[in-house]
């Protein structure tokens, strides 16, 4: 006697290259619907499984690649998805699809299998008990939300992920144009760091509002400028003090320095560039390029995965930088970018030069690699974004319940304490 509930039954494809015995497991329940394919082995030639109530399919964490066939309520083909691949979607003949059918991949192929195609099968044959394409219960309607509500949450963390990352991409290109702004400015301006934030702020203005008048702009300016005093910084990588050792020029230095080394500009193209700098390693041409580098702390919008990010770089955080330390602190990313120009200006000694003596790498020509990663340990989250910590310390913590969680929001609590666990969350919980 036929079951209706995942079991294996021989079904009969009627196509244009003759009749196909299949043997089908069907699958009708909630659970069975849900699982599917996902996480079994590849289907053999013959093997399939049938789908009630299924008019679309998804191939996520299915690891082989299927034919799907779309069956109307009579078992006649609507609808033919060869090679549908794992981690796909798939939707059938809009009104007409009533019943999935996986098969192997190039099943399709090797039985022929075209629209208006039969699929002789004995729950809508009359020989078994009454399926469910005659008979469906109450408690069955609501099948699809609750697969709703068990998938939704997964689909809309993914989204918000993707929204986030989109707006940081956004930001990071909008980052690197106003650091080469930025650049211009300081080459065609003594190299000087004023000039240089100034241009970065005014490039900034679309990010932080833009607007459609002299008010608007204001205040979008007014914004960058406060964010940046705080979450940016900007270094002058070259010229360095040890160009300004080898190159400086005493003339320039009392008619347009005020005091002040500076580096000539004029007549490049004449002056020898085998002669190189003893404390500097570079030529009169590499000393006139100027090369900042911005390290702008964005801050994440989204909510959830803001928290989310912001705990994991926290955690993978090696200490070795206060700066970007500090941007974590405050719940930012570092952005980081780099632009080197060609000075167009005599380049005038900042009042805080950076050192940066020898040849490039100690004169090794080799790609020093990546800094070292953080050893901490990833903590043990009770929350989805970290909130809630069990942990038997935290970076700069004791392990004491008392002790926050990086950033400021969160709880810690003591490994085996559940009492502990259940008041954190409801005191992380929104009022």
């Not at 021989?10 to 659970?31: M, P, Q």
């Not at 075209?114 to 020989?127: F, I």
């Not at 002299?214 to 910084?233: F, H, T």
């Not at 910590?389 to 709880?411: K, L, Q, R, V």
Request: glycine share 10%.
């Amino acid at each position: 006697m036929l079951r209706i509930c995942d079991l294996e039954a021989r079904a009969i494809l009627h196509t244009c290259s003759g009749a196909h015995c299949l043997l089908l497991r069907h699958a009708d329940t909630f659970l069975g619907r849900f699982v599917g394919l996902m996480g079994a082995r590849a289907l053999k030639n013959g093997q399939g499984l049938l789908i009630s109530r299924c008019a679309s399919v998804h191939t996520c964490l299915m690891r082989f690649t299927i034919d799907l066939v779309y069956l109307d309520r009579t078992g006649v083909v609507v609808d033919c998805v060869p090679g549908l691949k794992p981690w796909r979607f798939s939707w059938g003949a809009a009104g007409r699809a009533a019943h999935a059918l996986e098969l192997s991949a190039g099943a399709i192929g090797r039985f022929a299998i075209r629209r208006g195609d039969l699929l002789v099968h004995p729950l809508w044959q009359g020989t078994g008990p009454p399926g469910p394409a005659q008979i469906m219960t109450s408690r069955e309607r609501g099948s699809a939300m609750i697969e709703f509500a068990l998938v939704g949450p997964i689909i809309t963390l993914l989204c918000m992920a993707i929204l986030q990352y989109g707006m940081l991409f956004f930001a990071k290109s909008q980052i690197n144009h106003a650091g080469f702004m930025a650049a211009r400015a300081g080459a065609m301006g003594n190299a000087g760091i004023a000039s240089v934030r100034q241009a970065y702020v005014r490039a900034l203005i679309p990010l932080y509002g833009g607007g459609v008048n002299a008010s608007e702009l204001a205040d979008a300016w007014s914004r960058a400028d406060s964010d940046i005093v705080a979450n940016a910084r900007i270094e002058l990588l070259n010229p360095s003090t040890e160009s300004f050792d080898d190159w400086n020029d005493a003339d320039l230095q009392n008619s347009i320095g005020n005091g002040k080394r500076v580096i000539p500009n004029t007549g490049l193209a004449f002056k020898d560039p085998n002669e190189i700098g003893p404390n500097s390693g570079q030529n009169i041409q590499d000393a006139n390029l100027i090369k900042i580098r911005v390290t702008h702390g964005y801050e994440m919008k989204v909510p959830l995965i803001n928290t989310v990010m912001q705990f994991m770089l926290r955690w993978s955080d090696d200490g070795s930088d206060p700066f970007v330390s500090s941007l974590y602190e405050n719940r930012r990313i570092p952005v980081v970018t780099q632009v080197t120009l060609q000075m167009q200006s005599e380049a005038i000694e900042p009042d805080s030069s950076r050192s940066s003596p020898g040849k490039g790498n100690e004169g090794q020509p080799v790609d020093p690699g990546q800094a070292a990663a953080a050893a901490t340990p990833p903590p043990a989250c009770l929350t989805i974004g970290c909130t809630v910590i069990s942990a038997p310390a935290t970076p700069g913590g004791t392990g004491a319940a008392s002790d926050p969680a990086p950033g400021g929001s969160g709880y810690l609590c003591p490994p085996g304490d559940p009492s502990c666990a259940q008041m954190c969350i409801a005191a992380a919980a929104p009022p």
